[in-house]
């Protein structure tokens, strides 16, 4: 991912997810302030968190006229671009997951503005740090998963403003992998803490298909 204009970050990370047209559609029902917000709590939660794959340079940049933006109209600025710098090597879907894990959150209770308090900050930096883990082909199948799981908040829990869990046989059938390799993947993205489960019956029995997962944050 290259770098983003702060002003955009969440639009360009949902679109990273989703694709531009679901994006924008999505965009349409968050609505021009909600999105403000949502780029000013991920800005702030990078300029909190020192080093790392990702990073805001304040520093002013010429804007580019040729460069397509899903950022509405008006939250484009008229004298230049506050970049977010991604580090080379930074895992793509880290980025949209945490977004999605913050709006989610943010809409919560009535969708109040949700400051970086301590646990806020503490359950963002935990889930950024790992969810950046996950490295490509190993971890091929947990990150099949998380954008999964990650693409239906986005729709359900942004849109809809309904908490969402997946079960495990959802998971399956969404993914379309073996049920062995799924399993595997929830293993995975449970041990790094990237996921909370409610358990269908006994603690620490991934097969179940009535475990309930969401993104943890």
């Known amino acids: 991912m290259p770098d983003i204009p702060a002003e955009s970050l969440f639009s360009e990370a949902l679109a990273s997810l989703v694709g531009p047209g679901e994006a924008l559609r999505i965009l349409k029902n968050i609505g021009t302030g909600r999105i403000a917000e949502l780029n000013g709590v991920l800005i702030r939660f990078f300029a909190l968190v020192e080093g790392g794959d990702v990073y805001v340079d304040d520093t002013l940049k010429s804007a580019n006229p040729d460069r397509p933006s899903l950022v509405p109209d008006a939250l484009q600025p008229e004298d230049g671009l506050v970049l977010v710098r991604i580090r080379e090597g930074a895992t793509a879907l880290a980025l949209p997951v945490l977004g999605i894990a913050l709006g989610c959150l943010k809409f919560a209770g009535g969708g109040g503005p949700t400051e970086l308090l301590s646990p806020v900050l503490e359950g963002a930096k935990a889930l950024w740090e790992n969810v950046i883990r996950l490295r490509s082909?190993?971890?091929?199948?947990?990150?099949?998963?998380?954008?999964?799981?990650?693409?239906?908040?986005?729709?359900?829990?942004?849109?809809?403003?309904?908490?969402?869990?997946?079960?495990?046989?959802?998971?399956?059938?969404?993914?379309?992998?073996r049920p062995a390799r799924t399993v595997a993947a929830l293993r995975k993205l449970h041990e790094l803490r990237v996921i909370d489960v409610s358990w269908e019956d006994q603690a620490g029995d991934f097969s179940k298909a009535r475990n309930s997962w969401s993104i943890g944050l």
């Open 137 to 177: 082909p190993e971890d091929d199948d947990a990150i099949v998963t998380l954008r999964y799981m990650a693409c239906v908040n986005a729709r359900k829990g942004l849109v809809g403003r309904v908490h969402y869990a997946a079960s495990t046989s959802e998971l399956i059938e969404g993914t379309s992998m």
